[in-house]
């Protein structure tokens, strides 16, 4: 259900890169199958780079699984998010995956161009780009009024000084106890 067009998307994004088949021709004939539950898809490297579908029930070279509530962080390239992909199989086939993730840039404008025309798609894009900037500061925002509430008006988080403060008081209470022991024995031995 899942395969076919997640495997038509993959494949426009790597010819419209170009640079990618090239990566991916490497790996002709391997296999790599996908989980993101519920769904899982299999995939299999052609000759020049591209994919086809593979059996559900292919044997994968490699796999990654991946969390649903990771797809938005990884559409947005954030960096953390690739460190939590799980993935198993042929070492240099997950690492060329995970570059590709990386690096790979869908040209939305050349899309929308060929639909709208070039100057509607750049300003369509242009749009999507500050809209997303500002969804982006405005879970920042959100995010720091959050912690400043709960540490400020609600302190039900503790703030760094805080805890820096009580392993200073513990480490003071510890070498108290020790100089106190001493003491002790040096009483009991007179």
Not at 16 to 27: E, I, K, T, V
Not at 69 to 90: F, M, N, T, V
Request: proline share 3%; with cysteine; hydrophobic share 45%.
């Amino acid at each position: 259900m899942l395969s076919k067009p997640a495997v038509a998307a993959l494949n426009h994004l790597f010819v419209q890169s170009g640079w990618a088949l090239q990566r991916l021709a490497r790996f002709n004939g391997k296999t790599a199958r996908f989980n993101i539950a519920p769904f899982s898809f299999a995939c299999t490297i052609q000759d020049d780079g591209t994919l086809r579908v593979a059996s559900q029930h292919a044997s994968a070279d490699a796999s990654c699984t991946i969390s649903p509530s990771l797809l938005p962080r990884l559409a947005l390239h954030d960096e953390a998010a690739y460190d939590q992909i799980h993935g198993g199989g042929d070492a240099a086939l997950l690492a060329e995956i995970i570059f590709l993730g990386r690096n790979l840039r869908w040209d939305a404008a050349y899309d929308i161009s060929r639909v709208a025309g070039d100057i509607a798609a750049e300003r369509l894009v242009q749009l999507a780009h500050s809209k997303q900037q500002q969804v982006r500061d405005a879970a920042l925002n959100l995010s720091q009024a959050v912690a400043e509430y709960w540490t400020e008006e609600r302190p039900l988080l503790a703030k760094p000084t805080n805890i820096a403060a009580l392993g200073q008081q513990i480490n003071q209470l510890h070498n108290d106890i020790v100089r106190l022991e001493q003491r002790i024995n040096r009483l009991t031995l007179s």
